[in-house]
């Protein structure tokens, strides 16, 4: 037993002789090059992941620029044409009594992907700097990362939705912006960047920081 006070020792399966399939999560022998029951290459650590997480991370920045500064959606009536961005249209409804669908907006399509962006930037840099959260509080946070990722689309899903219901010929018409493209790929760029993460470095990173 350890005495009181004493540095928790951090037990990877690496140090168990084990390698774990990213695929299936199947465990095998350390030794073993293929899974047996996916197929998948068996690798204990994908050292080239931060290359990737970086570029994917960094397009995916890139991409959310322009899905701010041009119209998500696009109204057309008989009479009149307007233009409205991310946070253009979520002021709108506000004015227009629709709040809670405002809220909605702004914390999906604003703040969940900087959020995002911030998080996963976070995890790559702490790999070589000392932060203050734990290893199992980065892993947490890895793991909301991915689970939120998905609720970033509903602006363009509502884009969508609404361009397929109203399309009333010359009287009214609704059309997605050249934001909802650059938006989307935002979206799949940073969910690529938080995929191409090897949460497995977190624990040699945590293991070197008490060594």
Known sequence: MESAGSTRQIVTARDSGLVACTRCSLVWPADKQRCARCGSALSSRDMASMARVWAWL????????????????????LFSKSQSTIVGGAIDLIHHGAVGVAIIIIVASVLIPIGKFVAVAY???S?????KMSAHGRH??????????????????????????????????????????????????????????????IWDAEEDSHT
Not at 61 to 75: D, E, G, K, Q
Not at 127 to 131: A, I, K, T
């Open 58 to 77: 960094a397009i995916g920045v890139i991409c959310y620029i322009p899905a701010n500064l041009f119209p998500m959606l696009i109204t057309s009536t």
């Open 123 to 125: 995890l790559a840099l």
């Open 140 to 201: 947490k946070l890895y793991e909301y990362v991915e689970f939120i990722g998905r609720w970033s689309m509903i602006d363009v899903f509502v884009v969508a939705i609404l361009s397929s219901l109203v399309q009333l010929s010359s009287v009214a018409a609704i059309n997605p912006g050249p934001a909802a493209i650059t938006f989307a790929l935002s979206v799949i760029f940073t969910m690529l960047a938080a995929q191409s993460f090897d949460p497995r470095l």
């Open 127 to 131: 790999l070589n700097h000392h932060v």
